[in-house]
């Protein structure tokens, strides 16, 4: 059974950077897709970013194109996400997820096709 811990949250001011780190307990196969997720207070889960095929194929929320990139290191099956200038909007739990076999979705509509998600981590940009 796939497991995923994230670890590397924590409270920053704006324009700071964080790295976070979703390590599976399995290994991760070039055909699973994995994603990072965040929900702020009151509002619905939201995707982040995508990787599939490895790391060799991304997708982004308009939202966080330029400042935050996706990869992962399938020698420790580990995902990261470093988030950089940082704003306080990006305030909130982000969970990493993962699906086995086909393709990424980054779209909300999809969150329920992720079979696997982490137990999140907070995120928190003051301004």
């Known amino acids: 059974q796939l497991q995923l811990v994230e670890s590397g949250g924590g409270s920053v001011r704006t324009g700071g950077s964080l790295r976070l780190s979703c390590e599976a307990s399995i290994a991760i196969y070039r055909s699973d897709c994995l994603a990072w997720f965040r929900q702020a207070p009151g509002k619905e889960r939201e995707g982040v970013a995508t990787?599939?095929?490895?790391?060799?194929?991304?997708d982004y929320a308009d939202s966080v194109k330029g400042r935050f990139t996706i990869s992962q290191d399938n020698a420790v099956n580990t995902l990261y996400l470093q988030m950089n200038n940082l704003k306080p909007e990006d305030t909130a739990i982000y969970y990493c997820?993962?699906?086995?076999?086909?393709?990424?979705?980054?779209?909300?509509?999809?969150?329920?096709?992720?079979?696997?998600w982490g137990q999140g981590t907070q995120v928190t940009v003051s301004s």
């Open positions: 990787s599939y095929l490895g790391g060799r194929s991304t």
């Open positions: 997820a993962a699906k086995r076999g086909g393709s990424c979705f980054i779209s909300p509509t999809f969150v329920h096709v992720y079979d696997y």
